[in-house]
């Protein structure tokens, strides 16, 4: 009874608009007084510390840093030109390019809202005035800005890593299949939607050379370079995800201050400023969730959880569905971060217990989280949009969105019922 009146009191303070972390920590806290009573007090700060005091969590600001240094710099808008050029011939190649362009932005920044802000401030006004539908222009650029937190380096990847001491390094290798997988469904859905409703996206008419494709590469070598440099070093053990971190943010900052001369010191003083509000928010809301899961592990939900479920005689497949519902529909209310630092605690014994891998768990975790990030009320992508893009609507976003989060659910089903193919290239590392 007493976890019961806790749960309905975070949900509350979560409903009356108080701030995440301070819903989690004080429903954390109450719930340990209630168990151990003024002990609380020694054991929330030890809950917070501990979660934090990880040597993996310095890779976090690092990655944000690398992100927001390169969102500073033109590479968006010369992925997406880059990816025009070399698929100019595909009918919707606009929308196309700019999938292919999310998905490469992703690796050198693994934040969603990055993404979509760089590469849909240059992809949509271009689509628009090419005749594109807006519904298109906007589905297409909202629901590829989240590649970003599956392909490595990946900010939730860390979070679930910090969370679930599932290796990190491990989890970015396992986010390529499923990364490279959703982005070639949604190109795929792109194509055939245009196949089907031409008036969409009229057949381009300009035609790009050889020459001129290849041209298009020489503007973003220094990205691609970022990324050899960041994920080689992690997959040859040259370095941690903590260290490869560091280079990722150093390479960034050469990137936009030597090759592309966009910072000034009144524009890295804000970037420094934004990176250290996003880290700690997202650090804050780690350490909450820590003091609150701590709490149900006290009470022992998990295992009753766990118990419940494994003997009510349902099949596996049938849990493994009901808990990717779950989380969809936890993920319409609260923001990805909270949904992995509270849920994982909660849910990864039950899958453990269902005979699952933790690393396989993490990934469909974030694919999950991908469709999280581009459904109301908080899809913080749609507003990204709304943000870089504001002759759209907010329910334009949120309507263009719905046909590519169905095609986001059925990839998602696919490596929820085939795990293998999330494993076997961590298999073979």
Known sequence: METALVILALVAMIGLGVPIFLSLGVAGLIGLYTARGSLAFFFAPSSLFGQLNVFEMVALPLFILMGS???????????????????????????????????????????????????????????????YSRTLAAG??????????????????????????????????????????????????????????????????????WRERFESLGQIWHAA???LAVLGSIYTGFATPSEA???????????????????????????????????????????????????????????????TLTNSGLPAWAILLAVMLLLILLGMLVDAVSLIVVTTPVLLPLVEALGYDPLWFGIVMVLNL?????????????????????????????????????VQFLVLMLFVFFPSLSLWLPGLM
């Open 225 to 227: 370079l970022l990324v």
């Open 140 to 209: 297409s650029v909202v629901t590829a800005g989240a590649l970003a937190m599956l392909i490595p380096p990946s900010v939730p990847f860390i979070i679930y890593g910090a969370v679930s001491s599932v290796s990190v390094a491990d989890l970015f290798i396992g986010g390529i299949v499923p990364g490279i997988v959703l982005a070639l469904a949604l190109s795929a859905y792109i194509f055939v939607r245009v196949s089907l409703n031409p008036q969409e996206a009229p057949v381009a008419e300009q035609r790009f050379t």
């Open 69 to 131: 240094l390169l969102g500073a710099t033109p590479v968006g808008a010369n992925l997406f030109q880059a990816a025009v050029r070399w698929l100019n011939w595909l009918r919707g190649s606009l929308a196309i390019s700019s999938v292919g362009a999310s998905a490469m932005f992703g690796a050198v920044s693994g934040v969603s809202l990055a993404g979509v802000a760089a590469v849909g401030s240059i992809a949509v006004p271009q689509m628009l005035e090419r005749g």
């Open 245 to 307: 971190a560091g280079v990722g943010a150093l390479g960034a900052f050469l990137i936009a201050a030597v090759v592309f001369r966009s910072l000034s010191w009144a524009r890295l003083l804000q970037i420094l400023g934004t990176t250290a509000r996003i880290s700690g928010a997202i650090l804050l809301i780690m350490g909450c969730a820590k003091i609150f899961g701590d709490y149900l592990n006290m009470v022992r939900v998990p295992q009753l959880l766990t118990e």
């Open 370 to 406: 991908e469709i999280a990030v581009v459904t109301p009320p908080v899809g913080l992508n749609l507003y990204a949009l709304r943000g870089v893009c504001p002759d759209l609507s907010i329910e334009e976003i949120i309507r263009s969105s719905l046909p590519f989060v169905a």
